[in-house]
C-alpha cells in the first residue's frame, strides 16, 4: 500500500513541479500580461468583496457604528473596482494594486513595530522591528515608484516559481528513490521472515 502511495506523490509532486517551473518561466517571459492579469484579478477581487460587505453592512446583527464601518468599506472597494475597470488597459488597476501593495506592506512594518515596542518580553523582539522597519521601506518604495516595483515584483515571482518548482522536481526524486528503497526493505523483511 505504501508502495502505491509512494509512486502516486512523486508523480504529483513531478508534475506540480513542473507546472511551476513553467508558470515561473511565463512570468518571467511575459511580465506585462502578467501584470495585468493580476491587476484585473484584483478588480474583480474588489468587486466581489465590496458587494459582500455592503450586503454584511445590511444584515450584520451588530452595533450601528460596526455597520457604517462596513458599509464604508464596502462602497470604497466598489468604487476602486469601478475606476480599476472604467480605463482598463489604461494601467488604473495596476496603480490601484502597487498602491494597494504598498499600504499593505507600510501598515504589516507599523504593526511589527509595535508589537516590537510594546511586548518587552517578547522573544525575537528585534527580529519583528527590523522586519517592521524593512516593510514600511518596502511599502514606501512601492508607493513612490508604483510600475517600477510591480514590474520588479513580478519579476522576483517569476523567479521565485521557478526555484520553487526546481526544489518539487527535486523532491519527487528523492520521493521516488525514498519509496523503492522502504519497498526493497519491506520485500527483503517479508522474505525474511518467510524462511
Known amino acids: ?48 468583496s ?7 453592512a445590511f444584515t450584520l446583527p451588530r452595533s ?4 457604517v464601518m462596513v458599509f464604508l ?28 501593495l504598498g499600504t499593505g506592506f507600510i501598515l504589516l512594518g507599523v504593526s511589527e513595530s ?4 510594546g511586548e518587552r518580553d517578547l522573544p525575537g523582539r528585534g527580529w519583528y522591528a527590523v522586519l517592521g ?6 511599502g514606501g518604495i512601492v508607493l ?8 520588479m515584483l513580478t519579476l522576483v515571482s517569476g523567479a521565485s516559481l521557478m526555484t520553487l518548482g526546481l526544489v518539487q522536481v527535486v523532491q519527487a526524486f528523492q520521493i521516488r528513490r525514498d519509496t523503492r528503497t522502504a519497498r526493497q526493505t519491506s520485500d527483503a523483511l517479508y522474505d525474511w521472515l518467510a524462511a
Open 50 to 56: 465590496g458587494f459582500a460587505e455592503l450586503l454584511l
Open 73 to 100: 468599506t464596502g462602497a470604497l472597494s466598489l468604487v476602486l473596482a469601478i475606476l480599476s475597470f472604467r480605463h482598463f488597459g489604461d494601467n488604473y488597476a495596476v496603480l490601484l494594486l502597487s498602491v494597494w
Open 64 to 67: 450601528a457604528a460596526t455597520r
Open 133 to 138: 522597519i524593512l516593510s514600511m521601506i518596502v
Open 144 to 151: 513612490a515608484w508604483p510600475f517600477d516595483s510591480i514590474f
Open 1 to 48: 500500500m505504501n508502495g502505491i502511495l509512494g509512486q502516486q506523490l512523486w508523480k504529483g509532486t513531478l508534475v506540480a513541479g513542473l507546472l511551476t517551473i513553467a508558470l515561473g518561466a511565463m512570468v518571467l517571459a511575459w511580465p506585462g500580461p502578467t501584470i495585468l492579469i493580476a491587476s484585473t484579478m484584483f478588480g474583480i477581487y474588489l468587486l466581489i
Open 114 to 117: 509595535a508589537v516590537a515596542l
